[in-house]
């Protein structure tokens, strides 16, 4: 999920298919935690076993990555809340190859356009297109050596829009904190 001032997105990508579930324009936090919910409970197959009622997730809580600015914060902190271990994402952060990116926006983006280039993979078209937000992206080496994108308000002033879509399939290439593995004895 992604808030830049237009839309929240809501972008799944499994396998070699992404494409954007839904989208709203709601600042409201439970409005997108709801949304959040219902996405999970809707990529869950609940069958009965052995007079057991047994539920697989094909999307897990600590698949989701959330936008962990603004509203996405709130809507973070309150999944938390009620038991979903979702992943708050701060894109100005650290990335996993700080060698490389400048922060995890930049390691994500390049992530997905290498993703985007394979030639087994999809991007799944709405009416509107939406995908063509990718094509806004710049990327620059900085002084220091590292990949980085354009600024968003930059990027704002170039195109009189937000690249809402574009940052939510970005974040579908996030990676989750390692939960502790933890014995207790």
């Given at each position: 999920?992604?808030?830049?001032g237009d839309y929240n997105v809501y972008a799944i990508r499994q396998g070699n298919l992404a494409w954007f579930e839904t989208w709203n324009r709601s600042n409201d936090t439970m409005t997108n935690v709801n949304e959040v919910i219902r996405l999970i409970e809707k990529y869950t197959h609940t069958q009965i076993v052995e007079d057991k009622e047994v539920k697989t997730r094909f999307l897990k809580p600590e698949q989701v990555f959330i936008d962990d600015i603004g509203i996405g914060r709130g809507v973070t902190d309150r999944l938390k809340e009620l038991g979903y271990a979702v992943n708050g994402i701060s894109v100005g952060g650290k990335p996993k190859d700080p060698?490389?990116?400048?922060?995890?926006?930049?390691?994500n983006y390049w992530l997905a356009q290498e993703w985007v280039k394979k030639a087994d993979t999809r991007l799944i078209h709405d009416k509107d297109n939406r995908w063509h937000q990718m094509t806004w992206i710049k990327y620059k080496v900085s002084t220091d050596k590292v990949l980085q994108i354009e600024p968003k308000e930059d990027l704002k002033k170039r195109t009189s829009k937000s690249p809402d879509f574009a940052e939510a399939f970005m974040l579908t290439f996030s990676v989750a904190d390692p939960t502790p593995n933890l014995t207790w004895l």
């Open positions: 999920m992604a808030g830049g060698e490389k990116y400048k922060n995890i926006k930049a390691e």
